[in-house]
């Protein structure tokens, strides 16, 4: 595991294909003595392990900072952003956009949902998913996650978590104070 996580930084940083980055280190034997390994792994291989790894070492490392704060629980706040998934700089697309050329819409977008601690302003738990989708859709998942990494005092949240799922967790299970906006026929 440690040998592919290392072959997995290297083409991160390097920003190849996995065809390419197991053929580069192939080719040299101090990476492989390095590592410990006699040949490099199959492309497949390093694939599913970055599969693997994506999700539970990083969310175990986020929930480290947070559990490793003096505070017994936390004032959390949860919200969700879209993202365009694309590499272009900002200047291309600005001037595409100024030569008028025709450019398809990106039409499905990441999405990053993330319960945060509101006082030390660290991430608890979050998902990446395909979108546009509603805000609510992961917010109960994401609000137990964090309620089991460290207790949660309150919940700030705007209008689109305003499910009663997730206000009767949050409450009841959380025994936690209830700060999401309600929507109302005024405020639409």
Not at 29 to 41: F, G, R, S, W
Request: glycine share 4%; aromatic share 6%; with cysteine.
């Amino acid at each position: 595991m440690w040998a592919h996580a290392c072959i997995l930084a290297l083409k991160q940083l390097e920003d190849k294909s996995y065809r390419f980055i197991v053929e580069l280190v192939a080719e040299m034997q101090n990476i492989l003595k390095m590592l410990d390994i006699t040949e490099a792994p199959h492309w497949t291989t390093l694939q599913k392990a970055s599969q693997r790894m994506r999700g539970s070492i990083i969310e175990r490392l986020v929930a480290s900072f947070v559990q490793n704060t003096k505070s017994r629980r936390v004032r959390a706040g949860i919200d969700s952003t879209g993202l365009q998934p694309t590499r272009a700089s900002a200047y291309y697309t600005r001037i595409v956009k100024k030569d008028k050329k025709k450019r398809r819409k990106i039409k499905k977008h990441i999405k990053l949902s993330t319960v945060v601690d509101l006082n030390h302003q660290l991430p608890i738990s979050f998902k990446v998913r395909r979108g546009p989708a509603s805000d609510h859709i992961d917010s109960l998942l994401l609000t137990r996650k964090a309620h089991c990494i460290k207790k949660i005092k309150s919940l700030d949240a705007d209008k689109g978590y305003t499910k009663e799922p997730l206000r009767r967790f949050v409450v009841e299970k959380c025994g936690a104070e209830d700060r999401i906006k309600v929507e109302t026929e005024h405020n639409k």
